[in-house]
């Protein structure tokens, strides 16, 4: 494929991905984050169960595998997304939610050695360590101190990072254990959205009673989330692995945070603080010091999910 093809493939997936945040906070005020995430997952379960159908793809892989990916689903889309959602309706600017979760390749870089059973190089936990100081740098700034609300809003996103990290050690468990391929991604993705709206029933039946406010705008909103961001940004990733490495393409998150404040501004008005950018400076530090010494034989892309 042409480089120009290419540049465009990873600025799609880029602008796709990192719109799940705006798209999401343009929906929160016609559902809570529960319900919300209910809805979108439950959609989508069902169009991805019409397509197995019709393609003739759909079957059970046994209870084992099955829940292996469930388990990752519920983590890496449901919880992930959760903590995302309720920052986020705690008015967090989506910028500042997506800089503190753009630490998960970090934190999975830093413990995969305990999967692999190989020692973690010291750049690793030093990058790592430096990522969170910058994060620190801008919560520092932004939390209002005097409301418990703020506080909680501003330190739930690392719930996302934990939950999306754990996911992906376990896939790479996984993967490293099996000797046969694993699901086709369609078929995984199946069971890890249907997982996460089943999660999500619970708490979006005890919370928030499923009160949703099904105007056209909303509708607008969960199309462009199942569509474009959970299908086609998911399939843009995946086009874009077979033609570059999986490092350049795990790379490519990392232009989450800056990407996200400036959609934000454009669209909320949202202002980029100075701290913001110093304590994003300090984030790219830590991923520059955690991967200069890793080539693209060291580093994959492991389960991340929108």
Same mark, same amino acid.
């Given at each position: 494929m042409?480089i120009?093809?290419?540049?465009l493939?990873?600025?799609?997936?880029?602008?796709?991905?990192?719109?799940?945040?705006?798209?999401?906070?343009y929906?929160l005020?016609?559902?809570g984050?529960?319900?919300? $995430?209910?809805?979108?997952?439950?959609?989508?379960s069902?169009?991805?169960?019409?397509y197995l159908?019709?393609?003739?793809?759909?079957?059970w892989?046994?209870?084992?595998?099955?829940?292996?990916q469930?388990?990752?689903?519920?983590?890496?889309?449901?919880?992930w997304?959760?903590c995302?959602?309720?920052?986020?309706d705690?008015?967090?600017?989506?910028g500042?939610?997506a800089?503190?979760v753009?630490? #998960?390749p970090l934190?999975?870089g830093?413990?995969?050695?305990?999967?692999?059973g190989?020692?973690?190089d010291?750049?690793r936990?030093?990058?790592?360590?430096?990522?969170?100081?910058?994060?620190?740098?801008?919560?520092?700034?932004?939390?209002?101190y005097?409301?418990a609300?703020?506080?909680?809003?501003?330190?739930?996103p $690392?719930?996302?990072?934990i939950a999306?990290?754990?996911?992906?050690?376990?896939?790479?468990?996984?993967?490293?254990? #099996?000797?046969?391929?694993?699901?086709?991604?369609? $078929?995984?993705l199946?069971?890890q959205s249907?997982?996460t709206?089943?999660?999500?029933?619970l708490?979006?039946w005890?919370?928030?009673?499923?009160?949703?406010?099904? #105007?056209a705008?909303?509708?607008y909103?969960?199309?462009?989330?199942?569509?474009?961001?959970s299908l086609?940004?998911?399939?843009?990733?995946?086009?874009?692995?077979k033609?570059?490495d999986?490092?350049?393409?795990a790379s490519?998150?990392?232009?989450g945070?800056?990407v996200?404040?400036?959609?934000?501004?454009l669209?909320?008005?949202?202002?980029i603080?100075m701290?913001?950018?110093?304590? $994003?400076?300090?984030?790219f530090?830590?991923?520059?010091i955690?991967y200069?010494?890793?080539?693209?034989?060291?580093?994959?892309?492991?389960g991340q999910?929108?």
């Amino acid at each position: 494929m042409r480089i120009q093809h290419l540049v465009l493939l990873a600025a799609a997936f880029v602008l796709l991905w990192n719109s799940g945040f705006i798209g999401a906070d343009y929906g929160l005020p016609y559902a809570g984050p529960f319900t919300l $995430l209910f809805w979108r997952y439950l959609a989508l379960s069902l169009l991805l169960l019409l397509y197995l159908g019709i393609r003739k793809r759909l079957f059970w892989p046994g209870w084992r595998i099955a829940s292996q990916q469930m388990l990752v689903g519920a983590l890496a889309h449901g919880v992930w997304l959760a903590c995302v959602l309720i920052a986020l309706d705690h008015d967090v600017p989506a910028g500042i939610v997506a800089l503190v979760v753009a630490l #998960q390749p970090l934190a999975t870089g830093a413990f995969s050695g305990r999967v692999t059973g190989e020692k973690t190089d010291l750049t690793r936990w030093i990058g790592l360590i430096i990522g969170f100081l910058g994060v620190g740098v801008t919560l520092a700034f932004r939390i209002n101190y005097q409301s418990a609300a703020s506080v909680f809003g501003h330190l739930v996103p $690392l719930g996302s990072v934990i939950a999306i990290t754990v996911a992906s050690l376990i896939q790479r468990r996984v993967n490293l254990k #099996q000797s046969a391929p694993g699901l086709p991604l369609d $078929l995984s993705l199946f069971y890890q959205s249907a997982a996460t709206a089943l999660v999500l029933i619970l708490p979006a039946w005890l919370v928030e009673h499923f009160a949703t406010n099904a #105007q056209a705008e909303f509708i607008y909103v969960m199309t462009w989330l199942i569509i474009a961001v959970s299908l086609g940004a998911y399939a843009l990733m995946w086009k874009l692995l077979k033609y570059i490495d999986a490092a350049s393409v795990a790379s490519l998150f990392y232009l989450g945070p800056p990407v996200t404040m400036i959609m934000a501004w454009l669209a909320f008005g949202d202002i980029i603080e100075m701290t913001d950018v110093v304590g $994003l400076a300090i984030v790219f530090l830590g991923i520059f010091i955690t991967y200069r010494r890793f080539n693209a034989g060291h580093t994959r892309l492991d389960g991340q999910a929108r």
